[in-house]
T-cell receptor
Framework: DTGVSQNPRHKITKRGQNVTFRCDPISEHNRLYWYRQTLGQGPEFLTYFQNEAQLEKSRLLSDRFSAERPKGSFSTLEIQRTEQGDSAMYLC???????????????FGPGTRLTVL | GQSLEQPSEVTAVEGAIVQINCTYQ??????LSWYQQHDGGAPTFLSYNALDGLEETGRFSSFLSRSDSYGYLLLQELQMKDSASYFC??????????????FGRGTSLIVHP
């Protein structure tokens, strides 16, 4: 499978715990996005990487959220001191450098569903 | 900030044509995308418009009018498998100088036999 992969697919945690999610983009894609989606809503942009550089971060994003893409390949999203309001589907997407400005197609992974008890 | 409006639900019968509208307010508009998402699935790309006019891809077409801050997705020859949520997403410049998408709340399309 050469699509975007995300692990784990499901995560249940207790309030106050830290969680980390991983995203492996399509290999030649240098652009990587993280989104959060709740039921009945569209994906909400969280952060954007071009190669290893984090170029954009949502102004609405709490400082409990941090993301990395250390070698410009896979990325991790960490949530510290989780709250019940963090329960959502966390989606990762990647795009090819040639797509930028032309058709901007993003390929989404299956997501990690987080439940905070 | 950005705001997008699209109908929450549209219903149609197999074989029909349906149009899903999207109006937006944003500064620094760059382009508009459409994505399809089936229940339990990931969003999949349908189309992207940066310039005014109609883009056609098979049974799906997308239109953009930048002066009216308006776009639509047109689905022809509807099939049962088209039942899904459809999201418009507007690209605008983020604080870091990159173009990032803001998604609408989605339109649930229900296709009846």
């Amino acid at each position: 499978d050469t699509g975007v992969s995300q692990n784990p697919r499901h995560k249940i945690t207790k309030r106050g715990q830290n969680v980390t999610f991983r995203c492996d983009p399509i290999s030649e894609h240098n652009r990587l996005y993280w989104y959060r989606q709740t039921l009945g809503q569209g994906p909400e942009f969280l952060t954007y990487f071009q190669n290893e550089a984090q170029l954009e971060k949502s102004r609405l994003l709490s400082d409990r959220f941090s993301a990395e893409r250390p070698k410009g390949s896979f990325s991790t999203l960490e949530i510290q001191r989780t709250e019940q309001g963090d329960s959502a589907m966390y989606l990762c997407a990647s795009s090819h450098p040639l797509a930028a400005g032309k058709y901007n197609e993003q390929f989404f992974g299956p997501g990690t569903r987080l439940t905070v008890l | 900030g950005q705001s997008l409006e699209q109908p929450s639900e549209v219903t149609a019968v197999e074989g029909a044509i349906v149009q899903i509208n999207c109006t937006y307010q944003t500064s620094g508009f760059y382009g508009l995308s459409w994505y399809q998402q089936h229940d339990g699935g990931a969003p999949t790309f349908l189309s992207y418009n940066a310039l005014d006019g109609l883009e056609e891809t098979g049974r799906f077409s997308s239109f953009l009018s930048r002066s009216d801050s308006y776009g639509y997705l047109l689905l022809q020859e509807l099939q049962m498998k088209d039942s899904a949520s459809y999201f418009c997403a507007v690209y605008s410049m983020g604080v870091g100088g990159s173009y990032i998408p803001t998604f609408g709340r989605g339109t649930s399309l229900i296709v009846h036999p």
